[in-house]
């Protein structure tokens, strides 16, 4: 992060942008506004922002129509502010591109880590899916395909190991049922989420310190499952 | 009835009597015959008329006397009833059951027309019945409705039906006779119809037909049933009804009352459905107004607490929350309100106004969302009107926001205001892209949003219902229209009392 990364924020409603650009110029990012799809999709064309904050609730386009079109010419990461409790939204625009969401009423916080989560992705993208990561407690050796928990070896199924992977490479970031049954058992089983939900309690019971209040693999619920960010 | 029918057969019976003496006559005298069979023949003809048109027992007393007739004049020898050829006996005693035979047939054939006729009267009047109940939608007063058909279609001067509540009867009567019906009586006929379902194919009825004597009268009580389950009696009184149509009124009446039944729960199924819709169309939108504002207010204190703001950025903040703030708050005031409305605890409190004050109340409600539009505001008279002045303001900020909201910014918004003797007249015009005829009908229903403005416009639905529940409780009303020249109008006309304002009097 050599250079302030840019983000445009795209929101509707004068006061929550009143208030969110001032606290991520705080945080030292680059920061444009958009009040409608049509302003935010010409601002991805000419500003190439290195992140999107997207308002679902934009008076000219749907907020997942804007996911796509935004995807179909870029992958830079989406973050979206949804005020809807609708989980199914939620999920779709996860599933249509979107990298994180928060959830209004959200605080400060919350959103600048999903921000930051969503731009380490960005930034660490050309590392090799290999090597070796700690964090906090739990290390992980993708080379060997072993986990440590402090000094201790956790030994795990080849389908635990990839469940645990794939959410310690994308940690802090959520990642839908539909992604992760996609990525593990491939296409055909995205329908069949009990796979998930078995090899997630066998994962709990090995990895986490106590399965029943997990730590490190936490459920979004009706989304999907984030590694902690530590 | 059956008098007239009586008159009528003594009626035809003399003019058989009379073609009998004439043809009597006209053999005799006029024509010299004596021949007994022409005679006979002659007289068996009318026999046959008299028993296509009448009785049987016309026919046989023509009959008889045609006999009597035939022996008289016609059969030697003439002028006395006695037969001297043994012959003759044979064919006066032929004649005579010939004659009555075929009056018997003519008179069955007769009697099945009749009863066919009154059949089809019968099915005709019941048709028209199970008519009246299709036709009955309003499941209110569908049983007094269903008496008064039964009553008004099978001319009955008495016709109830009796529902059992408990061990008390519901009695739903029309007709022109009142005829107090006995509980016990009731409750006995309905436990005998309870206990037995017989079919009586000669009378074709079912058991439990009684009849109960109510000051004087004869009143059939026949029960209602659903299958073979008694749901109920129906009583009638006033004309003779056959039990078989009595029954067939019975079944007809006790699908109505099933009807009924079924109409009123699918009524208050439809209530709790769309009571169950409006509180979740309340919900999704309360959490989506709540939680902008709450999401603002949150970022910008926080944004508050950091040392990072400089002076003028930390105004800018707490600008955002006041403004926030307000919006909940207005938020709230609906919220409570539309309770109010809906509770019914909202009552008018008239004093004495001038129009303009309302409208300078209205416009500080909603200062927010109408700061930056030209508003035109035209006072066309200067008339006092008595009218509450809090639920008027509040019904005119609601529209006004309304308009606010659904128009692209800087448009202008035009007020006319109205003081006239009959009451206060407030429009609001606005330049706007109009109101959509499918949402026309439903604009003043709650929670109701535009189509497609629900995705274009933040809101609850709620203001305009507002508005209209607010000018209901003064009597108000309220209405929109589309103006010729585009844009959407909303009217206001409270009646209220009016006069002149202090300084106008003096000027006069």
């Not at chain 2, 003439?78 to 005579?96: H, K, M």
């Not at chain 2, 028209?128 to 939608?137: F, P």
């Not at chain 2, 809101?459 to 003064?474: S, V």
């Not at chain 2, 108000?476 to 409270?494: D, L």
Request: one cysteine or more; aromatic letters at 6%.
């Amino acid at each position: 992060m050599s250079q302030a990364a840019r983000i445009l924020l795209v929101d509707d409603e004068a006061s929550i942008q009143r208030a969110l650009a001032p606290l991520l110029r705080s945080r030292g990012y680059d920061v444009a506004v958009a009040t409608t799809g049509e302003e935010a999709l010409a601002a991805v064309r000419s500003q190439a922002p290195d992140l999107i904050v997207l308002d679902l609730g934009l008076p000219d386009i749907e907020g997942t129509e804007i996911c796509r079109r935004v995807r179909a010419e870029s992958a830079v990461p989406i973050v979206v502010l949804s005020a809807r409790g609708g989980e199914s939204d939620k999920v779709s625009v996860l599933d249509i591109g979107a990298d994180d969401y928060v959830t209004k009423p959200f605080g400060p916080e919350e959103l600048l880590a999903r921000i930051r989560v969503a731009l380490r992705r960005v930034f660490s993208e050309d590392e090799m899916p290999g090597g070796r990561l700690q964090l906090g407690d739990l290390a992980i050796d993708y080379d060997r395909r072993r986990v440590l928990r402090g000094d201790e070896e956790i030994r795990l199924t080849p389908k635990e190991f990839e469940l645990l992977a794939l959410l310690m490479r994308n940690s802090g970031r959520v990642l839908t049922h539909r992604a992760i049954l996609k990525a593990i058992w491939g296409p055909n089983a995205v329908n069949q989420p009990e796979h998930l939900w078995v090899l997630m309690g066998q994962l709990r019971k090995k990895v986490e310190p106590d399965p029943a209040h997990p730590r490190y693999l936490l459920s979004e619920p009706w989304v999907g499952y984030r590694f902690a960010i530590l | 009835m059956s008098q007239s029918f009586a008159r009528r057969d003594a009626l035809i019976l003399a003019l058989a009597l009379a073609a009998i003496v004439a043809v009597t006559a006209a053999f005799r005298v006029g024509l010299h015959l004596t021949n007994p069979t022409t005679a006979a023949l002659s007289y068996l003809l009318i026999v046959l008329v008299t028993a296509a048109a009448s009785t049987l027992w016309a026919a046989i007393a023509a009959s008889c006397v045609a006999d009597l007739c035939l022996n008289y004049f016609f059969m030697p020898p003439f002028g006395t009833f006695t037969i001297a050829d043994p012959q003759n006996w044979a064919a006066l005693f032929a004649f005579l059951a010939v004659s009555v035979i075929a009056s018997n047939l003519s008179a069955a054939v007769r009697d099945r027309e009749r009863e066919a006729t009154a059949r089809h009267d019968e099915l005709a009047r019941l048709f028209d019945l199970s008519r009246d109940i299709l036709l009955t939608t309003d499941s209110r007063d569908a049983i007094p409705q269903l008496a008064l058909f039964i009553s008004r279609r099978f001319d009955l001067a008495f016709a109830a039906i009796c529902l059992p509540r408990g061990s008390d009867w519901d009695v739903f009567d029309a007709g022109t006779l009142s005829v107090t019906l006995d509980p016990t009586q009731l409750s006995e006929a309905f436990r005998a119809a309870d206990r037995a379902l017989e079919f009586d194919a000669r009378a074709r009825t079912y058991a439990g037909h009684r009849t109960a004597r109510v000051d004087g009268r004869t009143v059939h009580v026949v029960p209602l049933r659903l299958g073979t389950k008694p749901v109920g009696l129906l009583a009638a009184a006033g004309r003779a009804i056959e039990p078989g149509a009595l029954d067939a009124i019975a079944g007809v009446s006790a699908i109505a009352i099933e009807r009924t039944q079924f109409l009123e729960e699918r009524k208050s199924a439809e209530i709790a459905r769309r009571n169950e819709e409006l509180k979740s169309a309340l919900l999704a939108s309360l959490a989506h107004d709540l939680r902008t504002p709450l999401t603002a207010i949150r970022v910008a204190a926080s944004n508050l607490q950091a040392s990072w703001l400089a002076d003028s950025e930390r105004r800018d903040q707490s600008d955002v929350i006041l403004v926030e703030v307000e919006r909940l708050h207005r938020l709230f005031q609906n919220v409570l309100d539309m309770a109010r409305i809906d509770a019914g605890a909202v009552a008018a409190e008239r004093q004495w106004v001038h129009p303009s004050e309302i409208f300078e109340a209205a416009r500080e409600q909603v200062e927010q969302t109408i700061r930056d539009r030209p508003i035109e505001v035209v006072s066309e008279s200067d008339l006092l009107v008595r009218v509450d002045p809090r639920l008027t303001a509040a019904a005119l900020a609601h529209v006004l926001e309304n308009a606010a909201q659904y128009t692209s910014g800087g448009s202008a918004i035009e007020v006319r205001l109205t003081a006239a003797s009959d009451g206060l007249t407030m429009t609001v015009r606005d330049h706007g892209p109009g109101i959509g005829a499918g949402d026309l009908p439903h604009l003043f229903d709650r929670f109701y949003r535009g189509a497609g403005a629900a995705r274009r416009v933040a809101g609850t639905g709620m203001g305009l219902a507002i508005a209209r529940g607010m000018l209901i409780a003064e009597q108000g009303r309220i209405w929109a229209e589309n103006c010729a020249g585009g844009g959407a109008q909303f009217s206001i006309v409270v009646p209220a009392e009016s006069r002149p304002t202090a300084s106008a009097e003096q000027t006069a």
